[in-house]
């Protein structure tokens, strides 16, 4: 028994001594797996756990953001040593409050500001729904008619709208037509195309539709489907949309009706959001509310950059 303790305390000493230490747990929760901008948030965040030999329980909730609630609880429970959110912050308040309770920070990867959030690592969107909004309006030369696709249910896309708003607002002869929520659960080209379908027939007249404004790719992608087969392409529809994933690039180097959409470092949030979470495990009080990671905008005249 003696021998034991002794060897038992030995080593406790030398852990603490040489700074070895049990590798940090954490779990990743999102309802929105399904977009490819959270794939590749994940991709980076994986990659820098990985190097520093985190264990990283990813969860997706397939779209219920009531579900997200249940799984942190489970984190809770299991003693991770931190929690990573992609979602509203605001939907999910139970959930953060059971972390708080437990002294488990939570970081938000592209969510939203909070309280019992340590930082919230996102791109700008602020600067990159006022960079795009603007490019419509100089493309359509400061007037016509603009169909906008919006998610207001999540903060920083709901961001984006407003400033597209705000600036389109600032156009006196640019009237919005239509501010649509699309379904995502798909993804949201699908439903995204079946409702510009609908705009289109209801605006027969070529010329009636000056532009889409998307606050992410897949509508913008769902509704160029909808204008190419309605045999509509011609009429100069301007369309651009925001995070320049791979389909929304080869659709902009076609040089289409797809003009433009704003490349987000997704690999470098979720890498910038490891980083907080290891500022946020040694206990350190991170200051910045936000940490914004820089994006570009892309066009066809730099695509292929």
């Known amino acids: 028994m003696f021998v034991a303790g002794t060897i038992a305390r030995t080593f406790t000493a030398l852990v603490l001594f040489t700074g070895v230490a049990m590798a940090q747990n954490v779990t990743v929760v999102t309802p929105y797996l399904a977009q490819p901008g959270t794939q590749m948030y994940v991709e980076g965040f994986q990659a820098e756990a990985a190097d520093k030999g985190w264990n990283v329980n990813v969860i997706d909730t397939a779209g219920d953001v009531a579900a997200v609630i249940s799984r942190i609880e489970d984190a809770v429970t299991q003693k991770v040593d931190a929690i990573v959110i992609n979602v509203d912050p605001a939907q999910i308040a139970a959930g953060l409050e059971t972390a708080a309770a437990a002294s488990i920070p939570v970081i938000g990867m592209d969510s939203g500001a909070d309280p019992l959030v340590a930082t919230n690592v996102t791109s700008n969107g602020y600067a990159m729904a006022a960079e795009t909004a603007v490019y419509v309006a100089n493309r359509i030369e400061g007037k ?160 292929d950059k």
Do not use: H
């Not at 007249?205 to 160029?224: F, K, R, T």
């Not at 946020?280 to 905008?297: C, D, H, N, W």
């Open 144 to 303: 016509g008619r603009v169909v906008m696709f919006v998610f207001d249910a999540f903060p920083p896309v709901q961001i984006r709208g407003v400033i597209a708003d705000a600036v389109f607002g600032n156009f006196p002869d640019i009237e919005v037509i239509d501010r649509i929520t699309p379904d995502v659960q798909d993804g949201g080209i699908a439903d995204s195309r079946a409702k510009m379908e609908a705009i289109l027939a209801a605006n027969p007249e070529p010329g009636s539709i000056s532009a889409v404004w998307a606050a992410w790719d897949q509508p913008a992608l769902g509704s160029l489907q909808a204008i190419e087969d309605a045999g509509r392409a011609d009429e100069g529809i301007v369309i651009v949309g925001i995070d320049a994933n791979p389909q929304a690039r080869d659709a902009i180097a076609a040089g289409g009706n797809f003009e433009a959409s704003i490349a987000q470092d997704f690999i470098g949030i979720g890498k910038a959001t490891a980083n907080a979470v290891s500022r946020a495990i040694s206990g350190e009080e991170i200051r910045e509310k936000v940490i914004y990671v820089p994006t570009v905008l892309v066009t066809k005249s730099n695509v």
